[in-house]
C-alpha cells in the first residue's frame, strides 16, 4: 500500500481565496483524521471520520473550515476564505476500526502558506 | 484536559551515545501511549504503541516504557546513529476505539552529531 496520500504537499495562496486539501486514506482504514500542527500551538485534531461520518469536528476552528469524506477513500478539507493565520501543515491520518494496536497512520502532509 | 509535555524540547548528542527521552501526562486514564518520529518537513511515522497494560515495548534500539500511574513514559535510544536526528513526538489515546482523540506533546528535536 501506498500509504496514506495527500495533495497538494504544498499551497500557498493570497489571503481571501478558499484552499482545498485532499486525502486518500490507506485502503480498508474505517477512520480518518485531520490534524493541523504549527510552532505555537502543536499538533491538534480538527476533525474526523469513520465510516465516511463525522464523528468530532469540536476542533475545526472556525466556520471557515469544513471537512467531507464522499467515500471511503478521499476526504477534502475545505478552508473559505483563507487568513494568513491558517498557515500550518495540515496532516491526514487513518487506521483501522478495531484489531492491531489502532495506531494512526499519517500522510506527508500539505504546507500551507496564506499570504 | 489531557495535557502532554516532553522534556527536553531539544536534545544534542554525539553518536554512539545512549538516550532518553521523556514524556508526561496529566491524566493518567489513557488506552494506550504512541511515539512517533517526525523528520523535517515530512509526516508522522510511529515508532512504538504502548498499551495502558503494558509497561514497555521494544523495536531495534529503541525502547518505550510506561509508567501509567505516575504519568510518564520514555523512549529510549541505544547506539544512537546521525540518522535518529528527528523530532520525537509522544501521543495519548484517552479511549478503546480508534477514533477517539490522540493527545500530542510538543516534541523532542534531536541532533545527533557524527
Known amino acids: 500500500d501506498a500509504g496514506v496520500i495527500q495533495s497538494p504537499r504544498h499551497e500557498v495562496t493570497e489571503m481571501g481565496q478558499e484552499v482545498t486539501l485532499r486525502c486518500k486514506p490507506i485502503?480498508?482504514?474505517?477512520?480518518l483524521f485531520w490534524y493541523r500542527q504549527t510552532m505555537m500551538r502543536g499538533l491538534e485534531l480538527l476533525i474526523y471520520?469513520?465510516?465516511?461520518?463525522?464523528?468530532?469536528d469540536s476542533g475545526m476552528p472556525e466556520d471557515r473550515f469544513s471537512a467531507k469524506m464522499p467515500n471511503a477513500s478521499f476526504s477534502t478539507l475545505k478552508i473559505q476564505p483563507s487568513e494568513p493565520r491558517d498557515s500550518a501543515v495540515y496532516f491526514c491520518a487513518s487506521s483501522l476500526l478495531a484489531g492491531g494496536a489502532n495506531e494512526q497512520f499519517f500522510g506527508p502532509g500539505t504546507r500551507l502558506t496564506v499570504l | 484536559k489531557q495535557e502532554v509535555t516532553q522534556i527536553p524540547a531539544a536534545l544534542s548528542v554525539p553518536e554512539g551515545e545512549n538516550l532518553v527521552l521523556n514524556c508526561s501526562f496529566t491524566?493518567?486514564?489513557?488506552?494506550?501511549l504512541q511515539w512517533f518520529r517526525q523528520d523535517p518537513g515530512k509526516g508522522l511515522t510511529s515508532l512504538l504503541l504502548?498499551?495502558?497494560?503494558?509497561r514497555e515495548q521494544t523495536s531495534g534500539r529503541l525502547n518505550a516504557s510506561l509508567d501509567k500511574s505516575s504519568g510518564r513514559s520514555t523512549l529510549y535510544i541505544a547506539a544512537s546513529q546521525p540518522g535518529d536526528s528527528a523530532t520525537y513526538l509522544c501521543a495519548v489515546r484517552r479511549g478503546e476505539t480508534s477514533g477517539s482523540r490522540l493527545t500530542f506533546g510538543e516534541g523532542t528535536q534531536l541532533t545527533v552529531n557524527p
Open positions: 485502503s480498508g482504514h474505517d477512520y
Open positions: 471520520f469513520n465510516n465516511n461520518v463525522p464523528i468530532d
Open positions: 504502548i498499551q495502558s497494560s503494558q
Open positions: 491524566d493518567s486514564a489513557i488506552y494506550n
